[in-house]
């Protein structure tokens, strides 16, 4: 299976995830009497939308290389991002709103049996996290990054909505609101992984070179090369799944330039072939003399 079809997957499995646990959570708020449990449905609904900006996403990074984008269509895979961000903190805030409120109105306490929902409910989103992010960092895309963090922060919003439901059934009278105070740490924590989530999209938008290992095993892969003396700058761009390099490599000074242009042929070759997530890579050579 493609690393495109495979993320695109991913995407649906979380999108068919968060529609039945949608239900279930506006069921089981609105019948257990726990707002927390509505604020966390609101959040599973804006991630079947997030989710679906991500899937198109995915399908237009997916697109080869044309004349207007010799370099693929990459970066719609963070530009899709910086929307899912956006969607979290309309949610956060709303969820947060709508807490405010609760409290300031009186309400009956949440039922026993909203606890049992709220501890499959979290289970399940761990799991989701672990499988998205696993496929994440295997296929190196930022967008599928924010998906998993969606699942881990609607498992800390129900972590969250686990606590105040808890102090509420147990606290009795007067503790009704502990349910809604849940409501406000979750939004909280919804924003920090906002950030945790846009940080990384922003420096792949503006061609942050901070790969180290990829560099190492770029220089590494490129001595191995014949002909190849040593290397001097590379920089490296990610767009999408893909990376992009310009690589300067040293080859001995007194050949031709035909000889050179060979040995930068099969450098390329070599390290497209080694490290199958390269994109566009363009040789510079530069002479060395002993």
């Known amino acids: 299976m493609s690393k495109p079809d495979l993320a695109i997957r991913t995407v649906v499995f979380s999108i068919l995830g968060n529609a039945v646990l949608a239900v279930i959570k506006f069921l089981a708020g609105i019948f257990g009497n726990s707002y927390a449990l509505i604020a966390d449905g609101i959040e599973s609904t804006v991630d079947i939308f997030s989710s679906f900006l991500v899937l198109i996403g995915l399908k237009y990074a997916a697109r080869p290389a044309d004349e207007n984008h010799p370099y693929g269509h990459g970066k719609a895979e963070p530009l899709i991002t910086f929307l899912v961000v956006a969607f979290l903190i309309v949610s956060a805030f709303t969820i947060g709103w709508q807490a405010i409120i609760n409290i300031q109105t009186p309400h009956e306490l949440p039922s026993s049996w909203t606890l049992i929902v709220l501890g499959g409910i979290i289970l399940w989103k761990e799991i989701s996290y672990q499988v998205v992010i696993r496929r994440a960092k295997k296929l190196k ?22 606590i105040g439901i808890t102090v509420a059934i147990f ?23 906002c950030y945790g989530i846009f940080r990384p999209a922003l420096g792949e938008v503006m061609d942050e070179n901070n790969f180290e290992e990829l560099t190492r095993e770029i220089r590494e892969i490129a ?8 290397t001097e700058k590379c920089f490296i761009r990610k767009a999408g799944m893909k990376y992009h390099v310009d690589l300067h490599a040293k080859v001995k000074g007194d050949l031709t330039v035909k000889e050179g242009h060979d040995i930068a042929h099969k450098l390329k070759d070599t390290l497209r072939k080694e490290i199958p997530q390269l994109g566009h890579v363009l040789i510079h050579i530069e002479p060395y003399f002993q």
């Open 141 to 162: 895309s930022s967008s599928l990054k924010a998906e998993a963090w969606h699942h881990r922060s609607d498992a800390i919003t129900s972590i969250a909505a686990f």
């Open 171 to 193: 606290g009795g009278e007067g503790f009704e609101v502990a349910d809604d105070y849940a409501a406000l740490v979750a939004c909280g924590f919804i924003l920090y992984n």
């Open 223 to 230: 001595l191995s090369v014949k002909g190849v003396e040593g």
